[in-house]
């Protein structure tokens, strides 16, 4: 199990500063936690260089984009118990464009995958023309998500302190 790295009050807030804003200047950035501009900089650099920063994004508004129906697709595998299998469905999901997320689970099922598409036919195409044609997947069973109530960021626990 992997053990947490212990982070200060700083640190701590300026990540949880960048998750709402990543585009907010050093200065703004620097006032807000109180620290001077170059201090805060150095502590952004050290953030991203220790991996606790993988990167920064846009957030896309699906709807907008003509995606707005999103699922989550839950995949059984034949073969639970073969490493091959399982090295050989993630490469081909990964190829998939409209996949988003690609979850290896415990429970019921092998994978949950997580797609934006533009409606239920789309849904059905995708199922019968991409996921079936997946070496191993045996089973293909789909959740429409009717609403979404938060794109929750990562908070920090006492623990983390």
Do not use: W
Not at 31 to 44: C, D, M, N, S
Not at 66 to 94: M, P, Q, T
Not at 127 to 138: A, G, N, P, Q, Y
């Amino acid at each position: 199990m992997a053990t947490a790295v212990k982070i200060d009050r700083f640190d701590q807030e300026i990540l949880r500063i960048l998750q709402e804003n990543c585009k907010i200047s050093n200065t703004a950035l620097a006032k807000k936690i109180g620290l001077t501009p170059p201090a805060t900089l150095e502590r952004v650099k050290k953030l991203e260089k220790e991996g606790f920063i993988l990167g920064y994004q846009a957030i896309l508004n699906k709807k907008k984009l003509g995606k707005g129906l999103a699922c989550l697709i839950a995949l059984d595998l034949e073969h639970h118990n073969k490493r091959k299998v399982f090295e050989s469905v993630e490469e081909s999901l990964k190829k998939v464009a409209e996949i988003e997320n690609i979850y290896l689970v415990t429970g019921r099922y092998d994978y949950l995958i997580k797609v934006n598409l533009r409606d239920v036919e789309e849904l059905r195409e995708f199922v019968v023309k991409k996921l079936t044609k997946i070496e191993f997947i045996d089973k293909v069973e789909t959740f429409i998500a009717i609403s979404s109530m938060a794109n929750l960021n990562f908070s920090f626990s006492a623990e983390n302190e």
